[in-house]
Every structure is written in structure tokens, then in C-alpha cells.
């Protein structure tokens, strides 16, 4: 067990040089501001139409472009008065606030990666 934890850059996630088991050996956790479950039976179903399209997985930028276009397309006709009342998105949930004439997405995952080789989302 270890004794420490490790607060990392999300973008450590994309860099070749490092051995993603560093980050399990480590108990290393990430802020992040969106997590795909892949295990989810949403993901599954946009992870097969999108692969039928285009011949390839989806990025996490697929899964967040697809939520924003859902959130903000749909709001941009129904109004942003409760922007969550039709919305679920692949990704983690958002939670909006009006803060000074705009609205900000307050919530953020953290991923944790634990040295038993998986990985906890809260």
C-alpha cells in the first residue's frame, strides 16, 4: 500500500514518454474535466455506431464533442432555464452556474488509479 498520493496533470495521460504503470504504482489521480465510462451501455451503443461510420474508436474528444453539441444545440432552442432537464451526457455529468452573465461548468471528475490496476472515478 502506499503511503502517498500523486496529483497529476491530465496531460500526462498523452505523453509518449511515460509508462502508464507509473500512475498505478504511484496511487496517482487526475482532475479532469470529463471520463468516459467505456463500460457504460451509452458508450457502448456510440462506440458501435461510431466505429460502423468511421472504422475506428472513439477519442474522449468524440464523447465531448458529441455532449456539447447535445447540451448547447438543444438548449440553444429550448432555453438554458434548467439546462439539465433533458440532458444526459456519455461523459461525466456537467453542473452548470450562472456566474457574471455566463455559465460554468462547475464539475469535475477525478480519476484515480490504484495500484490493484483499475481505476475510480468520483
Known amino acids: 500500500v502506499c503511503d502517498y498520493v500523486v ?16 500512475f498505478f ?5 487526475f482532475i479532469v474535466p470529463y471520463h468516459a465510462h467505456r463500460s457504460s451501455s451509452a458508450i457502448a451503443l456510440f462506440d458501435a455506431r461510431y466505429i460502423k461510420a468511421y ?15 447535445m447540451i448547447f444545440c438543444t438548449k440553444m432552442f429550448e432555453g438554458f432555464d434548467d439546462i439539465h432537464s433533458t440532458i444526459t451526457p456519455l461523459t461525466t455529468p456537467y453542473n452548470f452556474v450562472y456566474e457574471n452573465g455566463v455559465y ?19
Do not use: C, F
Open 7 to 22: 496529483l497529476g496533470n491530465r496531460r500526462w495521460k498523452q505523453m509518449n514518454g511515460i509508462d502508464k504503470q507509473i
Open 25 to 29: 504504482n504511484n496511487n496517482t489521480m
Open 55 to 69: 472504422g475506428v474508436l472513439p477519442s474522449m474528444y468524440s464523447y465531448r464533442g458529441y455532449d456539447s453539441a
Open 104 to 122: 460554468v461548468n462547475t464539475h469535475w471528475a477525478i480519476e484515480r488509479y490504484k495500484s490493484d490496476y483499475t481505476i475510480e472515478v468520483d
